[in-house]
Nanobody
Framework: QVQLVESGGGLVQPWGSLRLSCEGLRVSFSLYSLSWYRQTPGKDRELVAYIGTISGSTSYADAVKGRFTISRDNVKNGVYLQMNSLKPEVTAVYYC?????????WGQGPQVTVSS
């Protein structure tokens, strides 16, 4: 079955950086749009960043523009989220998502905590 395996979460100090990785197993990422979401307790999961398939066009939530960068590597079947200048308010569980209508798959969601 399809699996998205995430890595790179953890604890980081304010203004530090983290890079999240998501590898697809038994799925070809080249066909899928890829995105990162985050969720905090009591809130809905929200879209953080998106990258399209053919053109690789990207879009970001306003709160992370200029600090987060999404990228993909279709050879390695991976999607990545580089997070810089981290602030405590971005503390959340981060999920990668691969979507090709009508299918969508989610990663397991590593915790990212920004705290001194």
């Amino acid at each position: 079955q399809v699996q998205l395996v995430e890595s790179g979460g953890g604890l980081v100090q304010p203004w530090g950086s983290l890079r999240l990785s998501c590898e697809g197993l038994r799925v070809s990422f080249s066909l899928y749009s890829l995105s990162w979401y985050r969720q905090t307790p009591g809130k809905d999961r929200e879209l953080v960043a998106y990258i399209g398939t053919i053109s690789g066009s990207t879009s970001y939530a306003d709160a992370v523009k200029g600090r987060f960068t999404i990228s993909r590597d279709n050879v390695k079947n991976g999607v990545y989220l580089q997070m810089n200048s981290l602030k405590p308010e971005v503390t959340a569980v981060y999920y990668c998502k691969a979507a090709l209508v009508p299918f969508s798959y989610w990663g397991q969601g590593p915790q990212v905590t920004v705290s001194s």
